[in-house]
């Protein structure tokens, strides 16, 4: 009796072995299809398509959202089913997609600087789809970043108290542009913060240098010291008879 019954515990022993076993291979499988699918040239292409068309989608809302954003002010609301289930009819030619995304990017982020997003929407398309980088990933996304943070902060500085022209900031550029004129740097700080960060992202990545600044060097030649042309004849003048 003591036998059977350990054979039995040694049963279930190995039944539970191998349904481990085989659950770590459906769970290695599933991983693997999954990365398959991420790597398949139809996916990229299919999702670099798409995004090329949702640039400009985005580009034509943003270009609608000067004319009509305080029209659509009142629609829009952070949360998006919110804005979805309005009862407001929007101005934007995008529509209420249009409107959310425009609203979103320009008012709520970094103002018109997030032009710089769609230029990266547009280079990483081309790329799923060409499977080609038109320039250098690195030094594209650095400079893009860098740009939509310096232009979002200058225009929040200069237009952040306006009424009507806040939008142009973007609400992080004006709060991040106040807070560092405000209580962190002061304005001469803040103006010479953002110098710095402009001169320095165009000599690291445009070759900006000052040369221009440096004036050439002449020249001089003195009058003493010129040389005269030394005129060499191999020409035979003949005699008179």
């Keep these: 009796m003591a036998n059977q019954i350990l054979k039995n515990k040694e049963v279930v022993k190995k039944n539970k072995k191998k349904k481990g076993k085989k659950t770590v291979a459906n769970k290695k499988t599933n991983k693997s299809s999954f990365i398959d699918f991420l790597k398949n040239r139809k996916f990229h292409l299919v999702l670099g398509i798409f995004l090329f068309l949702f640039t400009i989608f985005l580009f034509c809302s943003f270009i609608s959202f000067f004319g009509s954003h305080e029209a659509d002010d009142s629609i829009f609301k952070t949360n998006f089913f919110e ?13 209420i997609l249009g409107l959310y995304f425009s609203f979103l990017f320009i008012k709520d982020s970094f103002g018109i600087a997030s032009f710089g997003f769609l230029w990266l929407f547009f280079l990483w398309s081309i790329y799923l789809i060409r499977k080609k980088h038109l320039f250098s990933p690195f030094k ?8 939509i943070i310096w232009f979002s902060l200058v225009l929040g500085a200069i237009f952040g108290k306006s009424e009507t022209l806040s939008w142009l900031g973007g609400d992080i550029g004006n709060q991040l542009s106040a807070t560092l004129i405000e209580s962190s740097i002061g304005l001469i700080g803040f103006i010479l ?7 320095t992202t165009l000599i690291v990545f445009a070759g900006f240098n000052f040369n221009f600044m440096i004036p050439k060097e002449t020249e001089e030649v003195d009058e003493d010291e010129e040389v005269n042309p030394v005129i060499e004849s191999n020409a035979v003048i003949p005699s008179e008879n």
């Excluded at 979805?84 to 934007?92: A, D, R, Y």
């Excluded at 913060?193 to 001169?199: D, K, M, S, V």
């Design 83 to 95: 804005t979805l289930s309005t009862n407001g009819t929007p101005k934007n030619s995008l529509g």
């Design 140 to 147: 594209m996304l650095t400079v893009i970043t860098i740009s």
């Design 193 to 199: 913060l953002i110098t710095f960060i402009g001169l």
